[in-house]
């Protein structure tokens, strides 16, 4: 499990939400991964298909993943 890391000592509070399917779809959307999300708010997504987008994303988080996240027990 990881956590956003905090910048300059204080918590940050990251808002971002995508999924990656199988290196082909990326789905990016507003809407928080839990139930009372899904039933209680109005939310906006986007699904796209495209191998190289969606490869693109991946690469930038993985480059991305040691100085914006820590590992948490």
């Known amino acids: 499990m990881y956590r956003t890391r905090p910048l300059n000592g204080k918590p940050v509070r990251n808002h971002a939400k995508f999924v990656a399917?199988?290196?082909?779809?990326?789905?990016?959307?507003?809407a928080n991964?839990?139930?009372?999300?899904?039933?209680?708010?109005?939310?906006?997504?986007l699904r796209v298909y495209?191998?190289?987008?969606?490869?693109?994303?991946?690469?930038q988080l993985w480059d991305a993943e040691s100085?914006?996240?820590e590992r948490v027990q």
């Open 33 to 45: 991964f839990s139930m009372s999300a899904e039933q209680n708010n109005v939310e906006l997504g």
């Open 67 to 69: 100085s914006l996240y």
């Open 21 to 30: 399917v199988d290196h082909q779809f990326l789905i990016v959307t507003s």
């Open 50 to 59: 495209s191998t190289a987008l969606t490869q693109m994303v991946e690469d």
